[in-house]
Every structure is written in structure tokens, then in C-alpha cells.
């Protein structure tokens, strides 16, 4: 029996956005639905992307209403839009608690890229990173990570093709590993979101555990380490974490990694003028990546207030990348896309906390 009169009126909504078909089944339970419509809902709302209960066609229609009277079908709010001029856009989010989040739309010629965020702030306080500098406010639910891919499908042409995804944005994904992985069961899966795990990216700035515990989960997006120093003493003045989980730990987890035959992991490598880029830095990184199955990414710094770092010259650039290459080592320098609306890591959500947009 679905409740009635002011016990209906009471109940709190339901967020259906982030469950999987058995909590979907308990939420319809709980409504005092028939359970078995949860595949007709979970397709409803993940593979057509259709999350007002009145479309739900097939659904009887007096369920219909009721679930649109209870449910939460709401997307965050689009509090910020910015358009660079090579197309990269980046968005703000403001969740139901206030909070904010940012996600980014990167084209490039047919390939069309989406940045997530997976944290609201993060802990890890890389001193090279603007959202470092908030601190962790709260983790991101699997909804919430999940509501950023139907903010980018609503508003730019990702829905036309299939896209890559990266797990890039606000947060340290590894630190939200419950929800991040509930979020990534739901995109993977070709009755639902049917996105490849071929085409997800999950970056970490190096939490060792953590990876290992993920690398056992059913779920299989590529990996990548956000590397940016391959002395200890170096990558730990860039990335405190390397206190805790050092050089040495971080390449025995990947090393059991690609054993286990994963797909080749990427080492991200943000390279700052006089700081991690001179061709002894880039020697490190040879001597690091050696005998693994990775390939180096070379990001130009974004230059921004507040960060004591500038990017590199197109110079040692290039000599980083040709003593990679020496070695053995592949190395692509990755394009700095959005430079002029700060598309580096939490830039933007940075600038909105500090011009008072969001608490
Ligand atoms: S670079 Fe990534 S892990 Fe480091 S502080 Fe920024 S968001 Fe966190």
C-alpha cells in the first residue's frame, strides 16, 4: 500500500539519482510501489537520462504521480558557465547543501573529453592546486558525481558521441572510494550509463592502499598517478601525501598493477618552471617509470593567483619530454586546455569561494 494523507505528506523525498536496481527496488518498496518496476525505472533514468517520473511511459500511471510527487528528480543548480575561446567550458555546481562543485567540457577536434570532480575540496593539499587550499568540505554522493554527467550531456554535444571521462576535477576520487566505485558500477554498465570503463579515466595523487583496494573492485576505468616529482624530497614539498606513501610504495602497487595485466597506466607529470623540470627531474622520472607499463604526460602548469609556481618554457619542455624518449620512456605533452577560465584542477571553484558565490 502506498501511504496515505499526511503520512505521505510527511515522508521525506527520495533521491533516486546514484542507486543501483536493488536500491532502487527498496526505494519503491518503501513507497509502497511494486517492486519490480525498478528495471523499468533504472533504464528509465540511466540509459534514456530520464529523471522526471511523468516519462516513465511504461510505468502505470498513478505510480507515476506518486513517484513524482516523492522523488527528487532535480539536477544541482548551474551556478557558473564559462566558455574559453578553445572551447573548453567549465561548469559550477551548487549542490542541495549549498555546497559547490565543478566539472568541464573539453572538445578536441572529434574527440570530446569530461572532466568530474569526486570531492567537494580535498584534503590532500598539493601546493600546486588551488582546491588543495579549500581542505576537504564533505565527499561527493555516487547522485552527485553522477548528476555532473547529465549537467554535460544537457548542455554542450557530448550526448552526440561517445566521450571520455576523467575523474580529474575537485577531490582525491581514491578518498571517496565507496562512492566514487557505486558511481562508476552505474556509468560502466551497458543497461545503464554504457559508458566504456576504456574510456574513464581515475586519476589519484597517490593514496597506495586505497589503489589496491580499488584495483580488486568489479569496476575497470584506466588509472593514472599524478606523479610531478620523482625525488622524494621533491614530490613530497609538491604533494605532501608522499609523507605517507612514498616513491618506493607507490611504484610497488603499480608494478603488482600492470602485472595483473591492467591496461597501461598513465603518469601525470605537471611540469613548473625551475621546480620540477630540469633534465635531472626528468632523469628521476625515467629511472622511476622504467620496467613499468606506463606512459608520461607532460601538463603545462596553469599559471594562477594565489600559486607559487609558473609553468615551464616551451624549452625545457621539450628537453623533459627528449630525455624521457632517450630512455625508452613514452612521453606526450598533453595541451593546457582552458587556460583563460582557469581549467586547471579546482580553479575555478577557488575563484567563486573566494569572491563569496558559495559558502
Ligand atoms: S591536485 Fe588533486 S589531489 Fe592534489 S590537492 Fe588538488 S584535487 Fe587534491
Given at each position: 500500500?502506498a501511504?496515505?494523507?499526511?503520512?505521505?505528506?510527511?515522508?521525506?523525498?527520495?533521491?533516486?539519482?546514484?542507486?543501483?536496481?536493488?536500491?532502487?527496488?527498496?526505494?519503491?518498496?518503501?513507497?509502497g510501489l511494486?517492486?519490480?518496476?525498478?528495471?523499468?525505472?533504472?533504464?528509465?533514468?540511466?540509459?534514456?537520462?530520464?529523471?522526471?517520473?511523468?516519462?516513465?511511459?511504461?510505468v502505470p500511471k498513478a505510480s507515476r504521480a506518486l513517484m513524482a510527487?516523492?522523488?527528487?528528480?532535480?539536477?544541482?543548480?548551474?551556478?557558473?558557465?564559462?566558455?574559453?575561446?578553445?572551447?573548453?567550458?567549465?561548469?559550477?555546481?551548487?549542490?542541495?547543501?549549498?555546497?559547490?562543485?565543478?566539472?568541464?567540457?573539453?572538445?578536441?577536434?572529434?574527440?570530446?573529453?569530461?572532466?568530474?570532480?569526486?570531492?567537494?575540496?580535498?584534503?590532500?593539499?598539493?601546493?600546486?592546486?588551488?582546491?588543495?587550499?579549500?581542505?576537504?568540505?564533505?565527499?561527493?554522493?555516487?547522485?552527485?558525481?553522477?548528476?555532473?554527467?547529465?549537467?554535460?550531456?544537457?548542455?554542450?554535444?557530448?550526448?552526440?558521441?561517445?566521450?571520455?571521462?576523467?575523474?580529474?576535477?575537485?577531490?582525491?576520487?581514491?578518498?571517496?572510494?565507496?562512492?566514487?566505485?557505486?558511481?562508476?558500477?552505474?556509468?560502466?554498465?551497458?543497461?545503464?550509463?554504457?559508458?566504456?570503463?576504456?574510456?574513464?579515466?581515475?586519476?589519484?595523487?597517490?593514496?597506495?592502499?586505497?589503489?589496491?583496494?580499488?584495483?580488486?573492485?568489479?569496476?575497470?576505468?584506466?588509472?593514472?598517478?599524478?606523479?610531478?616529482?620523482?625525488?622524494?624530497?621533491?614530490?613530497?614539498?609538491?604533494?605532501?601525501?608522499?609523507?605517507?606513501?612514498?616513491?618506493?610504495?607507490?611504484?610497488?602497487?603499480?608494478?603488482?598493477?600492470?602485472?595483473?595485466?591492467?591496461?597501461?597506466?598513465?603518469?601525470?607529470?605537471?611540469?613548473?618552471?625551475?621546480?620540477?623540470?630540469?633534465?635531472?627531474?626528468?632523469?628521476?622520472?625515467?629511472?622511476?617509470?622504467?620496467?613499468?607499463?606506463?606512459?608520461?604526460?607532460?601538463?603545462?602548469?596553469?599559471?594562477?593567483?594565489?600559486?607559487?609556481?609558473?609553468?615551464?618554457?616551451?624549452?625545457?619542455?621539450?628537453?623533459?619530454?627528449?630525455?624521457?624518449?632517450?630512455?625508452?620512456?613514452?612521453?606526450?605533452?598533453?595541451?593546457?586546455?582552458?587556460?583563460?577560465?582557469?581549467?586547471?584542477?579546482?580553479?575555478?571553484?577557488?575563484?567563486?569561494?573566494?569572491?563569496?558565490?558559495?559558502?
Open positions: 500500500m501511504p496515505t494523507g499526511s503520512a505521505a505528506l510527511m515522508s521525506p523525498k527520495v533521491l533516486l539519482l546514484g542507486l543501483d536496481r536493488p536500491g532502487i527496488a527498496a526505494a519503491c518498496e518503501g513507497l511494486q517492486p519490480f518496476h525498478h528495471r523499468e525505472i533504472y533504464k528509465w533514468m540511466y540509459a534514456r537520462r530520464t529523471l522526471d517520473p511523468m516519462a516513465w511511459t511504461n510527487s516523492r522523488v527528487l528528480s532535480g539536477l544541482p543548480e548551474v551556478v557558473g558557465d564559462q566558455a574559453s575561446s578553445d572551447g573548453t567550458r567549465k561548469f559550477l555546481l551548487r549542490l542541495g547543501d549549498g555546497q559547490t562543485v565543478e566539472c568541464v567540457y573539453i572538445p578536441d577536434r572529434e574527440r570530446r573529453t569530461v572532466c568530474v570532480s569526486s570531492q567537494v575540496g580535498c584534503a590532500m593539499g598539493c601546493t600546486f592546486c588551488l582546491t588543495g587550499k579549500m581542505g576537504l568540505r564533505r565527499n561527493l554522493t555516487p547522485g552527485e558525481i553522477l548528476s555532473q554527467f547529465f549537467v554535460l550531456e544537457s548542455r554542450t554535444d557530448i550526448a552526440e558521441t561517445s566521450y571520455n571521462v576523467v575523474f580529474m576535477g575537485m577531490g582525491e576520487p581514491m578518498a571517496n572510494r565507496a562512492n566514487l566505485e557505486a558511481a562508476l558500477a552505474l556509468l560502466e554498465d551497458p543497461e545503464g550509463m554504457a559508458i566504456s570503463p576504456r574510456r574513464i579515466t581515475v586519476s589519484t595523487s597517490g593514496l597506495a592502499e586505497a589503489l589496491e583496494a580499488f584495483a580488486q573492485s568489479p569496476v575497470c576505468p584506466r588509472l593514472s598517478l599524478s606523479l610531478n616529482g620523482a625525488r622524494d624530497e621533491l614530490r613530497t614539498r609538491l604533494m605532501p601525501i608522499n609523507a605517507r606513501y612514498s616513491l618506493a610504495d607507490l611504484r610497488r602497487v603499480l608494478q603488482n598493477l600492470t602485472r595483473k595485466n591492467r591496461e597501461r597506466i598513465s603518469l601525470e607529470y605537471v611540469l613548473m618552471g625551475g621546480v620540477n623540470d630540469s633534465e635531472q627531474d626528468a632523469r628521476d622520472v625515467a629511472r622511476f617509470a622504467r620496467g613499468l607499463k606506463v606512459k608520461v604526460n607532460l601538463i603545462s602548469f596553469n599559471a594562477a593567483e594565489g600559486l607559487p609556481y609558473q609553468p615551464s618554457t616551451a624549452q625545457a619542455t621539450s628537453a623533459f619530454q627528449e630525455v624521457l624518449n632517450r630512455q625508452g620512456i613514452t612521453a606526450t605533452v598533453r595541451r593546457s586546455r582552458g587556460l583563460d577560465i582557469l581549467a586547471a584542477c579546482g580553479q575555478l571553484a577557488r575563484k567563486h569561494w573566494d569572491e563569496g558565490v558559495s559558502p
